[in-house]
């Protein structure tokens, strides 16, 4: 005879489940996401962290990038309007992109020397990395 055992928690994953699914894709992979944080690409080499952020539609004007503390936050805020005196729209679309991204610093970095460039719909960060502290050599003297 084969038993099924019993679970009473059974209940409370399958609601729990369902809950999350349905939230799921507001928080995760949603499209609503995707629109409003710009596709990032971060590279690293021995001498530096290179950060590559798509852009298209905006310029360097658009972009904020700061460095407070260990914290390098790029941010924009562009709203685009047209102004038709035109009665009676079908469709009448606005177009708005704000964002807000933030990146913790590492330690070995110069923050003071990190240089951004904005070339043709890519905004382009160099974050160099500080030069390795050398071991020192100390002869102590033994007495």
């Given at each position: ?39 990032i690409d971060i590279d690293e080499d021995d001498n530096r962290y290179s950060l590559e952020v798509e ?89």
């Amino acid at each position: 005879m084969n038993l099924i055992k019993y679970r009473p928690n059974r209940m409370v994953n399958v609601f729990e489940d369902s809950w999350n699914s349905f939230f799921d894709p507001f928080f995760n992979d949603s499209p609503v996401v995707k629109r409003t944080s710009p596709a990032i690409d971060i590279d690293e080499d021995d001498n530096r962290y290179s950060l590559e952020v798509e852009l298209p539609g905006l310029t360097e004007k658009d972009v904020e990038v700061k460095v407070e503390g260990n914290l390098l936050t790029l941010s924009s805020k562009k709203s685009e309007e047209k102004e038709e005196e035109k009665k009676d729209y079908v469709l009448r679309e606005r177009r708005s992109c704000n964002f807000s991204r933030s990146f913790v610093l590492p330690e070995n970095v110069e923050a003071d020397k990190i240089n951004a460039e904005f070339k043709n719909g890519l905004l382009l960060i160099d974050v160099p990395k500080a030069e390795k502290a050398k071991p020192k050599l100390l002869d102590i003297k033994v007495k």
